[in-house]
């Protein structure tokens, strides 16, 4: 059994800073791809940013320069540093990895984590 467990959401003053985690566990060979999207009520679910397994990032226009994602390969965690947070910024977070479950050979899992609350507001 393979899962993500998010960490770090919260109440923010817009222009504040959160740090989110996302830790993978199980039995694991292997993490290729990881991302966070977002959703926000009445809204679809959204890429906010994505890092392949060599560091190669992306990220949607609304959090270009402001957000930041990273990974611990030797921890199975990603994280997403967001600054100068906005109240547009609201939505739940999910955590989303493909993973390479030991005993699978090369196929890979889609892995989502449950989500965390990110509100910014006065």
């Known amino acids: 059994q393979v899962q993500l467990v998010e960490s770090g959401g919260g109440l923010v003053q817009p222009g504040g800073s959160l740090r989110l985690s996302c830790a993978a566990s199980?039995?694991?060979?292997?993490?290729?791809?990881q991302a966070w999207y977002r959703q926000a009520p009445g809204k679809q679910r959204e890429l906010v940013a994505a890092?392949?397994?060599?560091?190669?990032?992306n990220y949607a226009d609304s959090v270009k320069g402001r957000f930041t994602i990273s990974r611990d390969n030797a921890k199975n965690t990603v994280y997403l540093q967001m600054n100068s947070l906005k109240p547009e910024d609201t939505a739940d977070y999910y955590c989303?990895?493909?993973?390479?479950?030991?005993?699978?050979?090369?196929?890979?899992?889609?892995?989502w984590g449950q989500g965390t609350l990110v509100t910014v507001s006065s």
């Open positions: 989303n990895a493909a993973i390479i479950p030991r005993g699978w050979g090369l196929r890979s899992l889609e892995v």
């Open positions: 199980g039995s694991i060979f292997r993490i290729n791809s």
């Open positions: 890092i392949s397994s060599g560091g190669l990032t």
